[in-house]
């Protein structure tokens, strides 16, 4: 392609007559910007048109484009397309080998996304289906298919009959409009209505605004603006959110009884439920009889993981770092990241299937209570749910952005046993990646793959170690390692449990501290060996046993037999309806 590109601003030659040279440009152009296979450039067979009209806001089919140009000509001073993947390229290599431009690193130095990041999030959001299939679902047809009357000097027919996106599409042209629209004409470049929007969003999250004082600034905004198009603006917080909706990840709200007894999903989802069928507590607040809207007593907020781990492998950023582990290697035989651990390998021994895919997701599970009012305050305690991504490099994993929000459990009382009520959504999830799995799209290898996921481990301290487990950490019994095999014993004016001298027994057979009659217990020595550890089929038969409980506040107290004496299990936890 030729460097002088005068010829875009020569439609017409001296005496009037058509160009030859700025036809030919044309095709030049055209063949160029359709052969782009990133859909950030040409997506349904469709390019933005650089028409002095259209301006780059508007996409079209070629033979629009073609008509277009000839009729308009091109928008001034745009001899670079860089809206067509001519300027992008370039800064890709420069960023593979370390170099950034200084807009983009202001752009990360403000923790504002710069107007490319806001692109690639939209490709990223919006997903590969869209550009496989959009095409029979908005009705969109190839420009092949368009009915021409040939009145132009070059062919081209201004009488074609376009039909405009919808559904999906529409929305997913709408925001690539918003982030290639300036705020307003003659505004600084790269302030486009999506980033004012995205900044306005982020403000209200960081000074904590309510939703009046946020619609007050938007609207004294958009009266200094007097060149705003507002049309283009959202007129109220209500507007952003459904504007920015196909940027972020969605969650679900579900009712629970205030009591913790059933979590109102699946087969109690429907509002015909008006009272918990344990403890007949009611689900909804009283309230006037001409409200329009009833209001739980008690709420849990759901963040579905698969979505999540999706657009992991959606995001060009991620994809590539999923299957790090898979080249992992124990350096100097010290352990830096689970890959590198037995539980790993041994998992991998026992279900070759899962381990064959290395994209396969390995997962972590962490929660622990707080108090988001202060000490001050009254007691209340909030447990909220996360979920790690083990497959991602040291580096990476334990970052912010890659450990998910999944669960957030509302207090004001820690949910104790009942905790698994509350996990019941993710149960199902965790259930449904390991049984049948979702349809991915890997966007670094360029193909769908069945992804799968597991979770590997539980993170907590002890009180939340025996929430999730269902084995109690109170009383003589509460390590889970020596279980019925605990050598505590009570302190009878302390009047509480003590776990002095119980360690000797871990110690090698030959330690000194075994025979130490003085230091520890008097008088007594430590012949004993360590608890032998239980294997997952010794465990899953003992819990086999445990009668099914109801949660909450059940009508009679329950309490499994031999509980405090030969054993501490409060519960079958839900986890082990996982079936690794």
């Not at 450039?41 to 780059?56: D, E, T």
């Not at 800064?91 to 370390?98: A, E, F, I, S």
């Not at 939209?122 to 009915?147: C, K, R, Y």
């Not at 069945?450 to 025996?466: E, F, K, Q, V």
Request: glycine share 6%; with cysteine.
């Amino acid at each position: 392609m030729g460097e002088d590109r005068s010829w875009m601003y020569r439609r017409r030659d001296e005496m009037g007559y058509w160009n030859n040279e700025f036809n030919a440009g044309v095709e030049i152009f055209l063949d160029f910007a359709f052969s782009q296979t990133d859909p950030m450039f040409c997506a349904m067979n469709m390019i933005r048109c650089p028409c002095s009209k259209c301006w780059n806001r508007e996409w079209h089919h070629r033979r629009r484009v073609q008509s277009d140009l000839i009729t308009n000509g091109f928008m001034d001073g745009y001899f670079i397309w860089k809206r067509h993947g001519e300027i992008i390229h370039r800064k890709r290599r420069c960023t593979q080998v370390g170099e950034s431009s200084s807009a983009a690193a202001a752009a990360a130095m403000n923790n504002i996304p710069s107007v490319d990041q806001l692109r690639d999030m939209l490709h990223d959001a919006i997903g590969p289906n869209f550009f496989n299939n959009e095409n029979s679902a908005t009705g969109v047809e190839d420009a092949t298919q368009f009915d021409a009357s040939f009145d132009d000097p070059c062919g081209v027919s201004t009488e074609s009959i376009f039909e405009e996106p919808r559904g999906d599409a529409k929305e997913f042209f709408d925001l690539l409009r918003a982030a290639d629209t300036p705020l307003f004409d003659g505004c600084d470049d790269g302030v486009t209505v999506l980033k004012w929007v995205c900044e306005l969003m982020s403000a209200k999250t960081l000074f904590n605004m309510s939703v009046t004082n946020w619609d007050y600034v938007l609207k004294r905004s958009l009266m200094a603006f007097k060149k705003v198009d507002r049309e283009k603006l959202p007129t109220d917080y209500y507007s952003a959110k459904k504007m920015l909706r196909r940027l972020g990840l969605g969650y679900k709200k579900y009712d629970v009884c205030v009591n913790n007894c059933i979590l109102y999903y699946g087969e109690y989802e429907s509002q015909c439920y008006l009272q918990c069928p344990v403890c007949e507590e009611p689900r909804f607040k009283q309230r006037d009889v001409h409200s329009a809207k009833p209001i739980p007593r008690k709420s849990l907020w759901y963040l579905p993981i698969i979505p999540r781990l999706q657009r992991l492998y959606m995001s060009r950023k991620t994809a590539e770092h999923m299957t790090w582990h898979l080249n992992c290697y124990n350096e100097n035989e010290k352990m830096f990241h689970p890959a590198c651990g037995e539980a790993w390998k041994h998992f991998d021994n026992t279900h070759p299937e899962f381990a064959s895919e290395p994209r396969n997701v390995r997962l972590g599970l962490c929660t622990d209570g707080f108090t988001p009012f202060g000490h001050s305050a009254s007691p209340y305690s909030c447990w909220p749910v996360f979920v790690s991504v083990y497959n991602l490099p040291p580096t990476m994993c334990m970052k912010q952005e890659y450990v998910f929000l999944s669960l957030i459990i509302q207090g004001p009382q820690s949910p104790g046993k009942n905790i698994d009520v509350m996990l019941r959504p993710l149960i199902d999830d965790l259930k449904q990646l390991w049984y049948s799995g979702v349809q991915t799209y890997d966007s670094f290898r360029h193909q769908y793959f069945l992804m799968r996921a597991a979770l590997m481990w539980t993170i907590s301290d002890l009180p939340g170690y025996g929430m999730l487990s269902g084995w109690s950490t109170h009383g003589k019994l509460t390590c889970p390692y020596c279980m019925e095999n605990s050598k505590a014993f009570w302190l009878e004016h302390g009047r509480k449990t003590s776990f002095f001298d119980c360690h000797r027994q871990f110690l090698p057979p030959d330690h000194p501290f075994r025979r130490n009659k003085n230091d520890f217990i008097k008088g007594r020595t430590e012949n004993g060996t360590m608890p032998e550890r239980l294997s997952g089929d010794e465990m899953r038969s003992r819990i086999h046993w445990l009668p099914d409980i109801l949660f909450g506040k059940p009508p009679q107290k329950q309490e499994i037999h031999g509980f405090g004496e030969v054993h501490n299990w409060v519960k079958k936890s839900i986890f082990w309806e996982l079936p690794y």
